[in-house]
């Protein structure tokens, strides 16, 4: 599968189009007079971001050990995944295999893509059956595979991942924006094996910056290119990229938040499988927890009239609320209410 020719996946129009290329950001100059952009002289946000997020992509690399040029950066990871099917996905002839259940945003920008979108169903435990990936993609070719490790909303992780990216040769999508929480590996170790594998990370989650919308793709650079080429030239604002690079200074601070949440996790688990209103509670690999209940209509509307929102619209899996990790206090209060129903 290493033999795969992105050129040959990449939507024609696409190949031919001229990036837009912002003078400024590329030229040599240390401290240029910018007479270019029709900005104006006064206030603190005045000038346009870099377009090529340069600052941003270098503190990455350092921190991930990756080449710069191997790292796109997005409004958010929904950006790049929506570029991402852009790039390759001819409208209204090409489709894209999710599994269901997963994250929607897949779905979501296939569509407005007029991208067919396969679904490939879990198993009880939340597992892809081999044979029934290997069977719908034999049958339908799609040109996007996109996997959610772990995944969104069941918590899981996806095993033996490399045998799907080894048997697909399209374009593979793992999203790992719960990577953080989880003890397995990312696929980023995987980028320069496999050209056809994207790997999106975001720093909304574990990072605790989701009002930023910053996300990350990390693939190899024809890919990467791919990406700059497509997308809007000043799609990551000034005040962004320079809050995650200050973020990216602080590590320490993330880190312990990091821990937090995770002791936070295992407090929320035992409690949670003492209760009488549970039949089980999914494993987590995530912030989150998929739980099953007894009767979740009655714990959602609880929910609601105690003023707490949760997450139910997973027609998939009727009987099950996802709620992710909150505070010490905000769990508490959760376990409280859950102990009275
Ligand atoms: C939350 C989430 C994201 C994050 O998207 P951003 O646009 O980066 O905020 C991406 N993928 C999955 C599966 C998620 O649950």
Redesign the pocket.
Known sequence: MTTINIQNLVRKNILELKPYISFRDNSQFENPLLMDANESPFGEFNRYPDSTHRNLREKISAFKNISANQIAI????????DLIIKIFCKPKKDSVLVTNP??A?YGFYASINENEVLQLNLNDNFEIVKEEFLNIIKENQPKILFL?SP???TGNSIDDIEFYIQNFDGIVVV?E??IEFSEQKSCIELINEYPNLIV?Q????AWGL?GA???TAFSIEEIINLIYTVKSPYNVNVLSQNLVLEKLNQVENFQNNLNDILKERDWLKNQLEDLECISKVFPTD?NFFLIEFKNAERVYSTFIECEILTSKRFPQIPNCIRINVGSKKENEKLINILKNI
């Open positions: 997005g409004n958010g990871s929904d950006e790049l995944i997963s994250f945003m959610c995944n969104n909303p999203d924006a719960y999106l975001t720093f909304s989650k989701a919308r910053v996300g995530a």
